[in-house]
């Protein structure tokens, strides 16, 4: 929700995630302003416009212990990876040999469980260099 009456939030800018009935959630009321009271919300700073797909995917919850995310031609693409495979990577990283089988820029994601939640950390990666 946005105090906006365009509906819309700039990236960085506040909104406000609250509860609401079917009613006022339907996509056909989107823009359409209501006044609204005793409503419990939490403000929601730093406002991302969308999380991309592929790194919406990459958390998700499976059995595969990795994922990956990498750059594939022009577009972005998501896959689980099994734990042979990672020595794959480490032992390409490690002599900085160039493989054709392995993508040039990518972000590996290992699901770690502490205490009965649920987490994806960065286990390794290759971006480009930007200069």
């Not at 006044?35 to 995917?57: I, N, P, R």
């Not at 042979?84 to 990283?93: E, V």
Request: hydrophobic share 35%; glycine share 6%.
């Amino acid at each position: 929700m946005t105090p906006d009456e365009t509906g819309l939030v700039e990236q960085g800018e506040i909104c406000y995630l609250m509860p609401l009935c079917k009613w006022h959630n339907s996509t056909s009321r989107n823009r359409t302003p209501f006044e609204h009271t005793e409503t419990s919300m939490l403000e929601l700073s730093g406002y991302m416009q969308s999380d991309l797909a592929v790194t919406f995917l990459a958390r998700m919850p499976g059995d595969a212990e990795y994922r990956l995310v990498s750059v594939e031609g022009d577009a972005l693409s998501s896959r689980a990876i099994e734990a042979p495979q990672i020595h794959l990577f480490n032992a390409h990283r490690d002599t900085g040999a160039a493989d054709p089988a392995l993508p040039r820029t990518y972000l590996r994601f290992r699901r770690v469980e502490e205490g009965g939640l649920v987490k994806f950390v960065i286990d390794d990666a290759r971006l480009p260099i930007l200069g």
